[in-house]
């Protein structure tokens, strides 16, 4: 009896130095959850993968010319989407990468997000070294241990804490990027169609939610993939701007819309399923077009604000970048600049159209 009460006593002590901890650190208030844990591919990662060998690695100028601490593995100019989408949960700081986070840091959240990434283990490995989905999952479930320890293996309470933190998975481009797409590379698009490609990856997909809803996960985010058949490595790939190589893009958005439709089902699915399931569709797709469309002429999107790699499409290291970087849609060949990470974060937080997030925004998911 008397040990149950010490532990109990020790988890409230934890809980309570995170609380001072946040109010001590914060600019505007308490943050809305406890805790954010990310999850995806380069559009997410911060810093995971400086330290591994891989060609998907970000950690030296132009990158981060615009964010306060330089080049951090961030792709991009400043900050990325999950940089955005944690200032307005209120967090004063942003969330250390699993690679780095030590300590009581781990109760505010962790970034497992890797670039080359995918659903399926074999996405990205033309990239070499990158932590999978499936290993994120894992390595996210030493990170519950740990968090258990800190409250004195009292697990209950660990799963209850667990319970009120927002997590957000983008993963799935690399899946067609670096996967389907690459048939030199890749089987995989002559064994599926792209509709049953989709369906192979949802079905995995779902497993993989299904792991992290029994850590304890239960506000779930789930960005759909963008139009990576519109950026500009795709469409050089697909031959330039002429009818041809627009039909080689479409045909790439067209199979990425097959994915999302799928991973919108699989939203409702998972909430009618499982109890107390609160999962969120995030079109990130839908979001990028309407955007696009309300600035047209004002902003540059066929073509990347660095100087871009042929090979991999990202920043010639140490290469001069454009001035006007807010004027573009895209950083390098593939990723977004900061400016436009800033509109889908906002868009996925706050909702401007009804489809933007279903069935609602990561606001309303903080207090549901």
């Not at 850590?215 to 759909?224: D, E, H, S, V, Y």
Request: charged share 15%; glycine share 8%.
């Amino acid at each position: 009896m008397g040990r149950k009460i010490v532990r109990q006593l020790w988890v409230f002590t934890i809980l309570l130095l995170v609380s001072i901890n946040l109010c001590c650190n914060l600019v505007h208030g308490e943050p809305q959850v406890p805790c954010y844990f990310v999850f995806g591919d380069s559009l997410s990662d911060t810093g995971n993968n400086n330290g591994l060998l891989t060609l998907a690695r970000v950690n030296y100028p132009p990158y981060g010319i615009d964010f306060p601490r330089g080049p951090t593995g961030r792709f991009s100019n400043g900050r990325n989407l999950v940089d955005v989408i944690a200032e307005l949960l209120g967090f004063s700081h942003y969330i250390p990468p699993f690679a780095t986070a030590r300590g009581l840091k781990i109760l505010e959240g962790v970034n497992y997000a890797s670039g080359a990434a995918g659903i399926r283990d074999e996405s990205g490995r033309n990239q070499l070294i990158r932590i999978s989905f499936n290993q994120q999952l894992l390595n996210h479930q030493i990170t519950v241990n740990r968090i258990a320890s800190l409250m004195r293996n009292n697990r209950p309470s660990a799963v209850q804490y667990l319970g009120k933190c927002i997590y957000t998975v983008g993963i799935g481009s690399n899946d067609y990027i670096n996967n389907y797409f690459v048939p030199r590379l890749y089987s995989t698009s002559r064994k599926y169609t792209p509709d049953q490609y989709a369906g192979v990856l949802i079905q995995e997909f779902s497993e993989q939610l299904r792991r992290l809803y029994k850590t304890g996960a239960r506000k779930i985010a789930l960005f759909g993939i963008g139009a990576i058949g519109s950026t500009p490595f795709e469409v050089d790939m697909c031959g330039g701007t002429n009818i041809s190589s627009l039909l080689c893009s479409a045909k790439i958005n067209t199979a990425v819309q097959l994915f999302n439709e799928r991973l919108k089902s699989l939203v409702t699915d998972l909430n009618t399923n499982l109890i107390d399931a609160k999962f969120t569709f995030i079109d990130y797709f839908g979001i990028g077009l309407s955007s696009a469309a309300a600035s047209a002429g004002s902003m540059v999107s066929d073509a990347p604000c660095c100087e871009a790699e042929s090979e991999t499409g990202l920043c010639v290291p140490f290469s001069t970048p454009c001035k006007n970087r807010t004027q573009y849609s895209f950083w390098d060949a593939f990723h977004p600049t900061e400016i436009s990470n800033v509109v889908v974060g906002r868009r996925a937080y706050k909702a401007t159209l009804p489809t933007d997030a279903v069935p609602y925004d990561i606001s309303h998911l903080a207090h549901v």
